[in-house]
Nanobody, 115 residues
Framework: QVRIVESGGGLVQPGGSLRLSCVASGNIFSIYHMGWYRQAAGKQRELVAIISSGGSTNVADSVKGRFTISRDNAKNTVYLQMNSLRPEDTAVYYC?????????WGRGTQVTVSS
């Protein structure tokens, strides 16, 4: 059994910053890619950023230069540093981890950017 838990969401003003964290725990042999997706109300889930076990990253154009993904392999944790937040970044942010041969998802954390 693998558990994925996100934290760090909340309400922030435009231009502000938040840092999301995601921890994978349980029966884990190896974690390959970890990443973040988001889903705004009434829209499809979209990729935000992913990071390989070796540290290679892929970041969506919409957040490039503002969001940074990183991970701590020793802690099975991935982070998403979000700067210069905009109202259009408002969404539920979901973390995933590719553990062994399966992909596991967290339940999501709400990020709201509003004045």
């Amino acid at each position: 059994q693998v558990r994925i838990v996100e934290s760090g969401g909340g309400l922030v003003q435009p231009g502000g910053s938040l840092r999301l964290s995601c921890v994978a725990s349980g029966n884990i042999f190896s974690i390959y890619h970890m990443g973040w997706y988001r889903q705004a109300a009434g829209k499809q889930r979209e990729l935000v950023a992913i990071i390989s076990s070796g540290g290679s990253t892929n970041v969506a154009d919409s957040v490039k230069g503002r969001f940074t993904i990183s991970r701590d392999n020793a802690k099975n944790t991935v982070y998403l540093q979000m700067n210069s937040l905009r109202p259009e970044d408002t969404a539920v942010y979901y973390c995933y981890a590719e553990v062994d041969d399966s992909r596991y998802w967290g339940r999501g954390t709400q990020v709201t950017v509003s004045s």
